[in-house]
């Protein structure tokens, strides 16, 4: 295995990390690197996608995408007993997961990353 070229680790820009030969991360501060060590971009990590939000936080972001009402028109059409109305209707928090809300995403056309975008979205709101 080759080494990696050193990456800034921080957003600070004091911390450096590679990965070795041996395939394990070194981290070291960058003042003890040697001048001219060349170093890449720190990389802004993605935010995690949350497993679950409350069910207020996606109504907001489906509001804010311009997705509730197509929704709501949809689950308008479903019987009274149909799981996904009885979920759309009860549910307090919506799981990443869910079957029924991946398919409302279907419905909606949209990807998987979309939609952990708009998990990530929904966990910034708060009432």
């Known amino acids: 295995m080759r080494t990696m070229n050193w990456q800034y680790a921080t957003a600070d820009l004091?911390?450096?990390n590679r990965i070795n030969e041996q395939g394990?991360?070194?981290s070291c501060l960058v003042?003890?690197?040697p001048e001219?060590?060349?170093?890449?971009a720190y990389v802004i990590p993605l935010p995690a996608v949350p497993a679950?939000?409350?069910r207020f936080q996606a109504l907001a972001v489906l509001a804010a995408?311009?997705?509730l009402d197509t929704v709501r028109t949809y689950i308008a059409t479903l019987g009274e007993d149909n799981i996904t109305r009885l979920a759309w209707e009860n549910a307090?928090?919506?799981?990443r997961?869910?079957?029924?809300?991946?398919?409302?995403?279907?419905m909606l056309n949209l990807t998987s990353a979309e939609v952990d975008d708009l998990f990530v979205a929904a966990s910034q709101v708060s009432a």
């Open 36 to 40: 001219g060590t060349v170093i890449d």
């Open 97 to 106: 997961t869910s079957p029924t809300l991946n398919a409302l995403a279907t």
């Open 65 to 67: 995408g311009g997705y």
């Open 52 to 54: 679950t939000v409350t």
């Open 92 to 95: 307090a928090d919506w799981e």
């Open 14 to 16: 004091t911390v450096a």
């Open 24 to 26: 394990q991360q070194e």
């Open 31 to 33: 003042s003890a690197l």
